[in-house]
């Protein structure tokens, strides 16, 4: 059930990019696409009544059923590269309000054609 509502964030990210025309909204569609691709990993690596994969004196057999921890540090890393990204993202485009005074796409190019 998980995968299928990661599945229709990836979607509403996915339609956010193709309809909006205003550039801090296709920052956050891009945002709500990454939040549901991460879910979705995070969701293929989880095992129903499965125990952490840490041998101990409780869990000391390797025949147990462990989570996989690499789709985990895989969306960790993902989170991090997507706040990066989303940062550099909205500083450009802080930059090209204060220079053209608009975030809007259709106006920039025009905007654009005009001024060269």
């Known amino acids: 059930m998980i995968q299928y509502f990661s599945l ?16 801090v909204k296709l920052i956050v569609s891009l945002n709500i696409a990454e939040i549901g691709v991460n879910l979705f990993i995070v969701s293929i690596g989880y095992i129903e009544k499965g125990v952490v994969p840490i041998l101990s004196s409780e869990n000391n057999s390797s025949t147990l059923l462990f ?50």
């Open 8 to 23: 229709l964030l990836t979607a509403i990210g996915i339609y956010g990019l193709l309809s909006q025309k205003n550039l």
């Open 67 to 116: 989570v996989d921890p690499l789709p985990q540090a895989l969306v960790l890393t993902s989170i991090v590269i997507g706040v990066g990204i989303t940062a550099l993202a909205l500083a450009i485009i802080v930059t090209i309000s204060h220079s053209k005074g608009t975030i809007d796409i259709d106006e920039l190019t025009e905007r654009g054609g005009a001024e060269e």
